[in-house]
């Protein structure tokens, strides 16, 4: 045997494997291929362009960092009442604390025992302090607290029926009835404000007034309105045609 | 997100592309100067028009999803118009919007991957549980060649981000190994090797598909 006919015998299953090779990138380049190139949806500008629009007219400096505490400040007001009231009144009750600040100190022992102690000299034992509970933590927790009605009011329990996410998406919508401003201002924040807006639009649909949110949303004058008027009034359509 | 833009502008261990590229004439530039001199909105518009076919393909394929890809898309040039302006022109602005919807992508796989664990911990079905990229729900799928397709796009949700991003911009988007070194902030041998190991990865994935294949050329 030639010293070529050898080398060749040896190289032959690397070259046979390299073939291989090659032929499935090949393969997998023609499958990779098979992917169509996506069309974009036709309102991806405009829809851009409307959110921009929304960041652009969003308040700065200090108005719009007022703004942002807008729920944080209703929230602040509302402890610093809690707190001014407990400070007049006294705590509801006694948290369990230690100090004076909780609790009177007694200034001097009763009379009485101090004629005794001039009687009896003796040695005077360090004693702790007395303290005297206050009269606002006497009161009972029930009297600030009273729990809660034995039968709730019929649109409560209506309302306990409904799921948690349902719950969250109603209180949402009438957000955007009522202040539609600032709902806009959150909304051009949100990250999949399409995938939120779809589950808002679904849920108004469900309850049967999308058509009429999304004419009343119509009316406003907003960059971001349109966008939203049209999910809500696309939603109710969505089932139809799909039951069709 | 607005690490993003700081990022790219970072001069990164790119070598010699980076100089090669920046005789070449963008022909975004124009646009970009318009926008970010003069604040001409018609400009940006005509920017997103040019671009938002790449980015959303690219969308597409990193997230499996139409509906998902859509909104990251607009994210993506949202966040762009927000930190558009850090944009010096080192490179091509094309490359800038790669890497801005890049990121995009990564944050909504984050978000997408966050929501099905909550749905999964709580037992319940979420509006967009069903859009998760293992579950393409595309009309195209009732399209001739749709299983081939979906096998795809499954093993393209299959693969983690660094590999799924570097076969997309080579494979779909067809960007040089520069280009896509200049995107995610990488040596070029970086891109290379990860690609190796996407395709690779790939072909384990497809092996019954490609095999299939095989077959119908030989027969």
Redesign the interface.
Known sequence: MSRWQRDTDEQAPDAMAEGFAI???R??????K????????AH??S???A??QA?EVRPRGIRGFLQGLAPMRTAAVLAGGLATWMFLVGAPYDLGGTGPSQEQRVAAPEPSLRRTAAQNPQPRRPSSPHYAVSAGALVSPAGFFPGPPQRPAPILAAQRVLPP?DRRLDRQIDHLLHNPDAFFRRFARI?????YL??LA?RSARRGDAAHIGLRVRAIQHPLAPQVSERFLRAPLIPAAARR | MQAVAADFIRPALLGASMSTRATDVDPDSELVARWQKEGD?EA??ML??RH??P???LM??MLGD??????A???A??SL??HGKRFRGEARFSTFVYRVAANAAK??LR?LRRAHARSQALG?QQ??GAALPSAPRDP?DSAA?AE??R???LALGKLPYDLRIAVVLR??EGQPYSEIAHVLGIPEGTVKSRIHRA?SA??VL?ED??RE??EE?DS
């Open positions: 032929e499935e990138e393969r997998l380049n023609e499958l990779l098979t992917l169509p190139e996506p069309e974009p949806p991806l500008t829809h851009v362009m959110r921009i960041y996410l990250r999949e404000g399409d995938r779809e589950r679904n | 909105m940006f518009s997103v028009k938002e076919r980015v959303f393909g597409v394929r139409r509906e998902e890809a859509a909104d898309s607009q994210d040039f949202l118009y927000r944050n909504r978000s319940v509006a967009g195209e060649g081939d397709q096998a795809v796009q494979e779909f395709r790939l072909k497809l598909f490609v294949r095989s050329t």
